[in-house]
Nanobody, 118 residues
């Protein structure tokens, strides 16, 4: 069982920045990818950004150029730097850890709330 813990959410004004962190209780060697997803009230959970063990990244079109995902391999930690935040970015942000191998497993964190408002 892999424990996934997010942190760094909060209230920020439009145009502001936040950095989210996600730490997994597993070695980087067991990781296939880690990713950030978000879910706003009344909406389905959507992909924000992912990063593989090798460092390849993907982003949702809505956040390209504003958000950056990165990893710290020694701590199996992933960060999401969010700049130029908009009210539409308001959501619960969730981290998912996907293990490598033929029997891949997915583990979710409890989420951290990001609110962008005046």
């Amino acid at each position: 069982q892999v424990k996934v813990v997010e942190s760094g959410g909060g209230l920020v004004h439009p145009g502001g920045s936040l950095r989210l962190s996600c730490a997994a209780s597993a070695s980087i060697a067991s990781m296939q990818r880690m990713g950030w997803y978000r879910q706003a009230p009344g909406r389905e959970r959507e992909l924000v950004a992912t990063i593989t063990r090798g460092g390849s990244t993907t982003y949702a079109d809505s956040v390209k150029g504003r958000f950056t995902i990165s990893r710290e391999t020694a701590k199996t930690t992933v960060y999401l730097q969010m700049n130029s935040l908009k009210p539409g970015d308001t959501a619960g942000y969730y981290c998912k850890f996907t293990t490598s191998g033929s029997n891949s497993q997915e583990y979710w964190g409890q989420g951290t709330q990001v609110t962008v408002s005046d």
